[in-house]
């Protein structure tokens, strides 16, 4: 590092001798986490309807449990990231994380990739769609930033799933390119024909489209053992 950089650190540093310079890490995630927080203050932000729930919104534990994926995520510098649809009403919903479960979380599945991170759930509930992802992600060597195109719970009258309309979509695409820029050279694969469509819109490269394995986990499996492994 040139002099006149290291004397511009000088006295703001990582301890007392002002030597910030030798850890850029930490000045990294200082602004990192300056980007994760403002994320998760656009989905509180967001104003639920009749026909969205707002869990972030509604739970500080979500919220949290999603800035510490993304903190682990930091440290782990993932190449991949798959785009889903939306949250599940047994999955995402319950933990604020993207293609997880209560169960998952429980049963330490996510601990493979992020062991020192304590992500907190309720209850023990389990998601079929999130159970077939993390048995094809376990396998990796590390874990693919997990996102979706609507990023709050899109449901019906019974209060169950139901596909994010194009209103839902175009409002999620600047979260979405949020997270793609928290996460720099990250290669977009996507999950379903609604992430699929909202890629295309974004203007996002892709390389790769996966079948959503709520109806498809066979193909799902198939797919991703193709492209990852």
Same mark, same amino acid.
């Given at each position: ?16 001798k ?5 850890h ?8 990192f ?9 656009r989905l509180?932000?967001k ?19 999603l ?22 009403v ?13 169960? *998952? ?7 493979c990739? $992020? =062991? #020192?991170? @304590?992500? &907190?759930?309720? +209850?023990? !509930?389990? %998601? ?5 992802v993390?048995?094809s992600?376990s ?5 693919p930033?997990?996102?979706?195109a609507f ?12 596909p994010p309309?194009r209103?839902?979509?175009e409002?999620? *695409? ?8 928290? $996460? =720099? #050279?990250? @290669?977009? &694969?996507?999950? +379903?024909? !609604?992430? %699929? ?19 498809h986990?066979k ?11």
């Amino acid at each position: 590092m040139a002099d006149r950089e290291r004397k511009r650190v000088k006295g703001e540093g990582y301890s007392e001798k002002g030597d910030a310079w030798l850890h850029p890490e930490v000045a990294e995630e200082g602004i990192f986490d300056e980007k994760a927080r403002a994320i998760v203050e656009r989905l509180v932000a967001k104003q639920a309807s009749s026909n969205v729930t707002n869990f972030y919104a509604e739970s500080n534990v979500k919220q949290a449990n999603l800035l510490k994926y993304f903190h682990a995520l930091f440290w782990l510098k993932p190449e991949w990231m798959l785009v889903g649809e939306a949250p599940g009403v047994h999955g995402c919903l319950k933990t604020g994380i993207p293609f997880t479960s209560e169960k *998952l979380i429980k049963e330490g599945h996510l601990d493979c990739f $992020f =062991p #020192g991170t @304590r992500f &907190v759930v309720e +209850g023990n !509930k389990g %998601e079929s769609s999130a159970t077939v992802v993390w048995g094809s992600v376990s396998r990796l060597s590390k874990p693919p930033v997990m996102w979706n195109a609507f990023p709050l719970h899109p449901r019906n009258a019974d209060g169950g799933n139901r596909p994010p309309s194009r209103d839902e979509i175009e409002w999620g *695409l600047a979260v979405l390119q949020d997270v793609l820029d928290l $996460f =720099p #050279g990250v @290669r977009v &694969v996507t999950v +379903g024909r !609604k992430a %699929e469509a909202a890629c295309k819109l974004l203007r996002v490269k892709t390389e790769g489209h996966l079948f959503h394995p709520s109806h498809h986990a066979k193909q799902f499996r198939e797919q991703f053992a193709a492209l990852f492994l």
